[in-house]
């Protein structure tokens, strides 16, 4: 496998549900990324790892909880969701999180997503 | 905080002719990056181009180049001799040089007409 991957690439789940997405990149990155993509909104930024540290978090609802137990996984793990956090969910990283070096512009490389139903 | 406006939420283009899609930015930042990402139907998200902005030179990927225009904050994608494999959906994105995350464009969905 090459690139960013992301299971499962569908899923239904009830709002009383416990369920987890997962992300793995094969790209020797250090920083990764969930984001939510809703209809007609623009990709909204969830959360933001470097090095295994979270370093962001705008202000997800805690129903919402990320796990990044090394520099090349990254989950969600999603309970009592309500039918709003239908969304498509994308898993990104980059080389970096930070552009130290002029030049280097550490564009994130996303995973194809994950289509998510809240029954 | 910095935003980016698409204005066109809907763009179409005959095959093998140019289309330019337009995106404008706000930011009080000097040194930032830009790009042009392109959703097809599979929904992959996949980088187009970049362009850094202390580089005066425009950004150019093979049938795709950008007109930067930093002091008016106008960031365009030109697409020359269009292809049906270019329909989907293309974002803006901005990135400061501080921060990691990007923020996005609410998009414009691009109509390649055979």
């Known amino acids: 496998e090459t690139g960013v991957t992301q299971t499962p690439r569908h899923l239904v789940m009830g709002m009383t549900n416990k369920k987890s997405l997962k992300c793995e990149q094969h790209?020797?990155?250090?920083?990764m990324y969930w984001y939510k993509q809703s209809a007609k909104k623009p990709l909204e930024l969830m959360f933001v790892?470097?090095?295994?540290?979270?370093?962001e978090n705008n202000s997800v609802p805690s129903r919402f909880s990320p796990e990044c137990p090394n520099s090349s996984h990254l989950f969600l793990h999603l309970h009592t969701l309500q039918p709003e956090d239908s969304a498509l969910y994308l898993c990104a990283s980059s080389q970096d999180l930070l552009g130290y070096s002029s030049g280097s512009s550490y564009e994130q490389y996303f995973g194809p997503g994950t289509r998510l139903t809240v029954t | 905080a910095q935003t980016v406006t698409q204005s066109q939420p809907e763009m179409s283009v005959q095959e093998a002719e140019t289309v330019t899609l337009s995106c404008t930015y706000d930011t009080s930042e000097s040194d930032y990056y830009l790009f042009w990402y392109k959703q097809p139907p599979s929904r992959q998200m996949i980088l187009v181009i970049r362009q850094e902005a202390y580089k005066q030179q425009n950004a150019t990927e093979n049938r795709f180049s950008v007109n930067f225009q930093k002091a008016a904050k106008s960031f365009s994608l030109k697409i020359s001799d269009s292809q049906l494999g270019d329909a989907a959906m293309y974002f803006c994105a901005y990135r400061s040089a501080d921060m990691g995350q990007l923020t996005f464009g609410s998009g414009t969905q691009l109509t390649v007409l055979p």
């Open positions: 790209l020797g990155h250090n920083a």
């Open positions: 790892y470097s090095l295994e540290e979270r370093v």
